[in-house]
């Protein structure tokens, strides 16, 4: 069992800047994945990004270029600094954790999910 932490949510202008920290504890194998979900209000949940133990990275169409998800192995923590905040990124933000290794993991749900953090870009 995996345990997530998160931390970082808030509110900022269309523009602005957030970073979101996951620290993960537990049962956690050398080979897996963390990551970051959505849930904006009124639509399903959608993946942001996700990165792998080994550092590949993978991000949704409506966040590349102004997002970047980073990690640290040894804290067994995932970053998500995001840049050019739009409104339309307004959303929980939930911290996943794959504790296994997937050839995509895209195609995978994760085995553990964050509390949910809210970001809100508004003015």
């Known amino acids: 069992q995996v345990q997530l932490v998160e931390s970082g949510g808030g509110l900022v202008q269309p523009g602005g800047s957030l970073r979101l920290s996951c620290a993960a504890s537990?049962?956690?194998?050398?080979?897996?994945?963390q990551g970051w979900y959505r849930q904006a209000p009124g639509k399903q949940r959608e993946r942001v990004a996700f990165i792998t133990s080994r550092g590949v990275t993978n991000y949704a169409d409506s966040v590349k270029g102004r997002f970047t998800i980073s990690r640290d192995n040894a804290k067994n923590t995932v970053y998500l600094q995001m840049n050019s905040l739009k409104a339309e990124d307004t959303a929980v933000y939930y911290c996943t954790f794959w504790d296994s290794y997937y050839y995509n993991y895209a195609l995978v749900r994760p085995g553990s999910w964050g509390q949910g953090t809210p970001v809100t870009a508004s003015s």
């Open positions: 537990g049962s956690i194998s050398s080979a897996n994945a």
